[in-house]
């Protein structure tokens, strides 16, 4: 993540850089790289997840050519908590708070984000071998109704990440 906000602290245009003399307006102005940074960082996941979510809108199409009526239910269940995953990312506020906000993110607060930050990409992958086993166990169907158990598991592990990680953004979970 601190690659993501020295990129977006280098891109600083001139002017900034030079208000960032004045005393008080540097921290406005890396306030504000983090937000840039951060909303970056929610594009880029929500970016993955759509294309996770597309893989397995394609898988219940194939349950349904595959006359695998019972279990497109079961994905639906799995493609709807990637969607909302998707949704609440891409659409949430602008990360951190501003200099006169009534909530304040530390340096304490700001590594939980990161950490939660890197559990989203961490989720993505599990995902994606969580959909590679949907799609091997297509062909016995033995393993079926596990494999899209554990993808809907981990979807809504997203879900749940995502709401732990606006807690501290917002400060709500204190």
């Known amino acids: 993540m601190s690659d ?11 002017f900034k850089k030079l208000l960032s003399y004045i005393p008080g307006f540097k921290g406005y102005v890396e306030r504000q790289s983090r937000r840039d ?5 929610r594009d880029t996941v929500a970016l993955r997840f759509e294309e996770l979510w597309k893989r397995s809108s394609a898988l219940q199409v ?11 239910d079961d994905m639906e269940k799995a493609s709807t908590a990637m969607r909302t995953f998707i949704d609440r990312i891409s659409k949430a506020a602008r990360g951190y708070s501003g200099l006169f906000d009534a909530v304040q993110i530390n ?10 930050d890197l559990a ?26 596990a494999a899209i158990r554990n993808l ?23």
């Open 62 to 72: 194939e349950l349904g050519n595959n006359r695998m009526y019972d279990f497109i």
């Open 107 to 116: 340096e304490k607060e700001l590594e939980a984000i990161y950490q939660f």
């Open 120 to 145: 989203f990409f961490e989720l993505g992958d599990e995902i994606s071998r969580a959909l590679d086993n949907v799609e091997a166990t297509l062909k016995d169907m033995e393993g079926l109704p």
């Open 37 to 41: 940074a951060d909303k970056i960082l």
């Open 152 to 174: 809907t598991s981990i979807a809504r592990k997203a879900l749940e990440t995502f709401d732990r990680r606006s807690e501290v953004v917002t400060g709500s979970g204190q």
């Open 4 to 14: 993501f906000f020295e990129k977006v602290k280098g891109q600083v245009d001139p």
